[in-house]
């Protein structure tokens, strides 16, 4: 049985939890293979908002079974918080979710080492989440981490306070002290939580539920453009969030991957620092941000907010191998008169082309734009796709024309049941 991956192609929060949670019920296992509490999925039902940070948006199905992949980094006190929310919600996480005992460790001096050495970027700061994050993977890389399965180990607080001498030292260079103030005592406490909960050899677990014949679906973080190698470097994350890192972030060689389902928004936002072509510094790009309610999961901090841009999603579709595509918060265009669709970039050489620059920080980019007709309907009312617009019709077959990946399902409003599937039609 082949594992399917589902991926943002844009710079996150292109609404994969939703996806994820709609389509979880065929799937015997959801598994995360990258980020940490960086990331956000955010996913609405029956009338309730849910917010996961670094649990599978599986989880909500009890028969389920959840996995966190050993590429993730795991903040065990923003782990613990997660679960008792859960609970608080009458959901028992702990009876379905099972933690690689290879997924990195966050510990609070990671937290301290993000702040101080973004700071000291001033103005030219990649706009972290200082969650830690690529501090983790710094240690990571650098073979000095702890791992969840560290934490069993009789010595774990000696192979802590050695990590933790390395970090002041860090943050001496920096000319500043290592305060933890009582989040060592509170991380600790949240260690001992962890260590009650499903530990595990995901790569054993998830490739023997293969050959068992059991679905799974892996859940990425962040987006394609976001990626550390093929995104907007350096204004990206500190792991592989495209479909590769599902291979090593789950233990799942290339020959099992099946099924591909990337998720765009039906316009574009963007968290944080980096270059954005279509980002609209006007009046349409707040009405944008009011409409798709467009503030960060994670951080609040508003996101910038443009029209579609083909160039990167034709990127990001040609790196995943995307087979399906789903086009997310298309309601939240309703109430334009013209859609605007970027097709091509104008590049300071007067060169047009369709293709990503080796670096957009920097480049002069003028996005070419083609306008169509908006629908004026009110998405959020349909239960069908018979009952769309023409006009929004139009908007997803131009979409498919020039991206060659038809689009299986289309969301138009955020609740669960606000979710459309097409049948799938071949794209010419």
């Not at 996995?67 to 065990?76: K, Q, S």
């Not at 918080?81 to 990195?104: P, T, W």
């Not at 991206?403 to 799938?424: A, H, Y």
């Amino acid at each position: 049985m082949a594992v399917d991956i589902l991926i943002g192609l844009q710079w996150g929060d292109e609404g994969k939890g939703k996806i994820v949670d709609v389509l979880a019920p065929t799937y015997d296992i959801v598994a995360r293979f990258q980020g940490g509490p960086n990331a956000g999925h955010t996913l609405e039902f029956e009338g309730t908002k849910h917010v996961l940070h670094q649990i599978p948006s599986g989880i909500f199905h009890p028969h389920i079974k959840n996995i966190i992949g050993n590429g993730v980094v795991l903040d065990p006190i923003v782990f613990r918080s997660e679960m008792v929310k859960l609970q608080e919600r009458g959901v028992d996480a702990s009876q379905n979710l099972f933690v690689s005992k290879k997924a990195q460790l966050i510990i609070p001096s990671h937290r301290i080492i993000d702040r101080v050495s973004e700071e000291a970027l001033g103005k030219e700061k990649i706009g972290s989440t200082l969650k830690g994050i690529g501090p983790t993977y710094q240690d990571k890389i650098g073979r000095v981490g702890l791992r969840v399965g560290d934490i069993v180990a009789p010595d774990f607080k000696d192979r802590y306070n050695k990590l933790l001498e390395r970090h002041r030292k860090m943050v001496e260079f920096y000319g500043q002290q290592l305060d933890l103030g009582d989040q060592e005592a509170i991380f600790f406490e949240a260690v001992d939580y962890l260590r009650t909960l499903k530990l595990v050899d995901s790569e054993y677990m998830i490739n023997e539920a293969m050959k068992n014949g059991e679905r799974i679906l892996a859940e990425g973080a962040q987006g394609s453009l976001l990626d550390v190698d093929f995104g907007t470097y350096p204004f990206v994350t500190s792991s592989t969030t495209l479909v590769a890192g599902a291979c090593t972030g789950l233990g799942v060689a290339p020959r099992h991957i099946g099924e591909v389902y990337g998720i765009f928004k039906a316009y574009c936002t963007r968290v944080g620092s980096g270059p954005f072509p279509t980002e609209l510094h006007d009046q349409v790009g707040e009405d944008i941000r009011q409409a798709g309610r467009e503030f960060g999961s994670t951080t609040g901090r508003p996101r910038r907010c443009g029209w579609v841009d083909l160039p990167s999603l034709k990127y990001s579709i040609m790196l995943n191998g995307v087979t399906q595509l789903n086009m997310m918060k298309a309601d939240v265009l309703t109430e334009f008169d013209t859609i605007q669709v970027c097709t091509h970039y104008k590049l300071a050489s007067g060169e047009v082309t369709d293709k990503l620059p080796h670096s957009l920080d920097g480049e002069h980019i003028e996005p070419v734009y083609v306008d169509l007709p908006g629908w004026k309907v009110d998405l959020n009312l349909i239960e069908s796709v018979e009952e769309l617009p023409e006009a929004f019709m139009n908007y997803i077959r131009f979409l498919e024309e020039h991206l060659q990946v038809p689009i299986s399902i289309v969301s138009v409003g955020p609740d669960r049941k606000s979710t459309l599937r097409r049948e799938i039609e071949k794209v010419v």
